[in-house]
């Protein structure tokens, strides 16, 4: 059986910050509060040992009904170098592992009801950083911000 050049997953979840700093599964996110998006992927097969490149993760939030339509992080996107993967092979196929956080402060977000669809894809890590046809995604959960008052 030849062995794939590349295959991955790729899984995400949603965190708010509760006080103090304490992080909690959800789609409900208060919008005077901190929140996260935490991403998980794997690459395997025979380039996941040797590529020397970078990720893009970027989150973006589309507005269920009028509303904001957001990118995040707002700097641009997060960049994980491809050598920064925990290595392994199990059943002797390279296999890298990885996990980013994307930090959102509290405010960035007005409140409403969204829809998550967080990107991943490889880019070259040399100037000016072309991106390759290696991407993946994942759609969803809808999201709940809401003010709590005063």
């Known amino acids: 059986m030849l062995e794939p050049a590349y295959d991955g997953e790729m899984d ?20 005077t509060q901190n929140w996260r998006v935490h991403v998980e992927w794997k690459m395997r097969g ?18 269920i ?7 995040l992080p707002i700097a641009g996107p997060l960049v994980v170098s491809t ?4 290595l ?10 990885y996990a980013a956080d ?3 402060p509290a405010g960035t977000v007005p409140a409403g009801v969204y829809k998550l669809v967080t990107t ?3 880019h070259d890590d040399a100037p000016p950083g072309a ?7 994942v759609e969803g959960p809808f999201l709940n911000f809401f003010n709590p008052g005063p």
Not at 89 to 96: D, E, L, M, N, V
């Open 88 to 97: 392994s092979f199990p059943g002797g196929i390279a296999t890298r592992t």
């Open 12 to 31: 995400v979840q949603v965190i708010e910050i509760a006080e103090p700093d304490t992080p909690v599964p959800t789609n409900h996110i208060r919008t």
């Open 65 to 71: 009904g009028p509303g904001a339509e957001l990118a």
């Open 131 to 137: 991106p390759y046809p290696i991407a993946g995604m």
């Open 120 to 122: 991943l894809q490889l």
């Open 83 to 86: 050598m920064a993967g925990a």
């Open 46 to 63: 025979a380039l996941a040992a040797f590529l020397v490149d970078e990720f893009r993760l970027r989150a973006f939030l589309e507005s």
């Open 102 to 104: 994307i930090n959102v």
